[in-house]
């Protein structure tokens, strides 16, 4: 069986890196907040290009403290993509603000600016995007749209760790860029792990604060925050990592490559690379109307295919008491009929990448309804 994702040859490459690096941590005793912290802190920072990194505890909660840190909270609504993780409009309800859901692109699985400019409201505040599978929103349309508006934008980078949009990181192109170093992720850590980059000193102090209980001087209070911190074995081990990270994205864009180039002339569409962006491939995701026949075809022949992900957030029961949207998302439901993600991780052999095209080759879908 080739799985989607498998850690073990990766971990088995870098084994004696990470474990001098976790037993330094270990053996320091100084467990929260310490040197490897605020080491990994500047350097995840500076390889992206921003002035502030906030180690947190996981992306969830960096999503959460991004939003909180431009002030949402109640009455406030935050737009975002239904066809995404949870946690993206999660943290937004966490504040106390309504998730307000706009459509996506299907070119790049991300936030449409007209559909968002169309769920726009006097109460909204902020808007999150998601550079979803590894690839870029179109940052500089949204950024135009807050700039008009006075939003906040905050970046959903749990998946597009090194992605660049015209030569500059995702997590750099908003007010705050939220990243997860959930293990699975390009840049996964031994835990749950996450950060919040940004140039602005204000909100970076700001997150800081609430990451920390809301206090800048221990027991001294300035707002209700909450605990969450990247912890000292974990960020030991990224610093290892992200030594990696450049090299690791290069081979999944290699791999991605190949696919694609196996894919020409099939039924399957391949995912597309915009003009003045770099792809990442967290996922590598392909889209036909025949999904599930699909799925089914490719793991009968031994290769593991997922849907990511098979339910939009505006269809979830968690939301639904927001009511429903004021603007169509037709294309998020299209997608959440039509995608599959095929097995992508760095260490995928050439023989494996053909066993997975073989697989999407042997398959017949049915034929395409007329009209
Ligand atoms: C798009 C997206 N946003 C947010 C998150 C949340 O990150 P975490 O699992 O570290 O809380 C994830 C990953 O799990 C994700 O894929």
């Not at 991004?66 to 504040?95: H, Y």
Request: aromatic share 8%; charged share 20%; proline share 6%.
């Amino acid at each position: 069986m080739i799985p989607i994702l498998e850690l073990s040859t990766q971990y088995a490459q870098i084994k004696t890196e990470v474990e001098e690096a976790v037993l330094r941590a270990l053996r320091s005793t100084h467990y929260i907040l310490g040197p490897e912290v605020e080491a990994f802190e500047a350097e995840f920072a500076a390889w992206n290009g921003a002035q502030f990194g906030i180690g947190v505890g996981n992306g969830t909660d960096a999503l959460h403290l991004a939003l909180r840190a431009l002030g949402v909270g109640a009455g406030d609504e935050v737009i975002c993509p239904s066809f995404t993780f949870v946690a993206t409009a999660g943290a937004a309800a966490l504040t106390g603000a309504t998730p307000v859901f706009a459509d996506i692109d299907l070119r790049a699985y991300a936030l449409d600016p007209a559909s968002v400019e169309a769920a726009i409201t006097p109460r909204t505040r902020a808007i999150v995007a998601v550079h979803l599978y590894g690839h870029p929103a179109p940052m500089e349309e949204l950024q135009a749209i807050a700039r008009r508006h006075g939003l906040g934008l905050v970046e959903d980078c749990a998946q597009s760790t090194g992605a660049t949009l015209q030569g500059r990181r995702t997590g750099t192109l908003g007010d705050l860029g939220c990243f997860s170093f959930f293990p699975s992720k390009n840049l996964g850590g031994i835990g749950d792990g996450g950060m919040v980059l940004t140039s602005n000193p204000e909100l970076a102090e700001r997150v800081r604060m609430l990451r920390g209980h809301g206090s800048k001087v221990r027991y001294y209070h300035e707002m209700v925050g909450t605990n969450s911190r990247l912890d000292e074995i974990q960020a030991a081990a990224l610093r290892v990592k992200l030594r990696h990270l450049e090299a690791w994205n290069l081979r999944r864009r290699e791999i991605a490559a190949t696919y694609t180039a196996g894919l020409q002339g099939t039924y399957a569409k391949p995912p597309i690379e915009g003009p003045g962006c770099e792809h990442v491939y967290h996922q590598y995701t392909l889209r036909t109307p025949d999904r599930d026949a699909l799925q089914k075809h490719m793991q009968a022949s031994g290769v593991g295919a997922v849907v990511y992900y098979p339910v939009c957030l505006h269809m979830q029961k968690a939301f639904s008491h927001y009511g429903p949207s004021t603007v169509s998302l037709s294309v998020s439901e299209k997608a959440q009929a039509e995608v599959l993600s095929l097995p992508m991780f760095p260490e995928l052999t050439g023989q494996q990448i053909e066993t997975v095209l073989r697989a999407i080759k042997s398959f017949s879908p049915a034929p395409a309804p007329v009209g």
